[in-house]
């Protein structure tokens, strides 16, 4: 059974940061896009960056770009994700998704999902 299982999350005052990391188990990822997403209350769950495993590309939404960087470790099967100079609107809960397809993943329609892991940014 494949598994995502996300970590890293907290409490930190605007302007920190915060390393995510997704461990991936019960099957090889190496070969999927896999990204990360998040929900903050009351909002609809959004594409925040995803990692294209072929081109070794990564893309960004615009409200991370700069601040935010997604990597993988294939070796672990572990998805990371540091953000930096994080902001009051950044708070939300953060999934790890993964699929074969990086536009399926982009829409929001990842085959594999996460629990989700709590970011809360204090102004």
């Known amino acids: 059974q494949a598994q995502l299982v996300e970590s890293g999350g907290g409490l930190v005052q605007a302007g920190g940061s915060l390393r995510l990391s997704c461990a991936a188990s019960?099957?090889?990822?190496?070969?999927?896009?896999m990204g990360w997403f998040r929900q903050a209350p009351g909002k609809e769950r959004e594409f925040v960056a995803v990692?294209?495993?072929?081109?070794?590309?990564?893309y960004y939404a615009d409200s991370v770009k700069g601040r935010f960087t997604i990597s993988r470790d294939n070796a672990k099967n572990t998805l990371y994700l540091q953000m930096n100079s994080l902001k009051p609107e950044d708070t939300a809960v953060y999934y790890c998704?993964?699929?074969?397809?990086?536009?399926?993943?982009?829409?929001?329609?990842?085959?594999?999902w996460g629990q989700g892991t709590q970011v809360t940014v204090s102004s």
């Open positions: 998704a993964a699929d074969r397809s990086r536009a399926v993943l982009t829409a929001g329609q990842a085959r594999y």
């Open positions: 019960g099957r090889t990822f190496s070969s999927y896009a």
């Open positions: 990692f294209n495993w072929n081109a070794e590309s990564t």
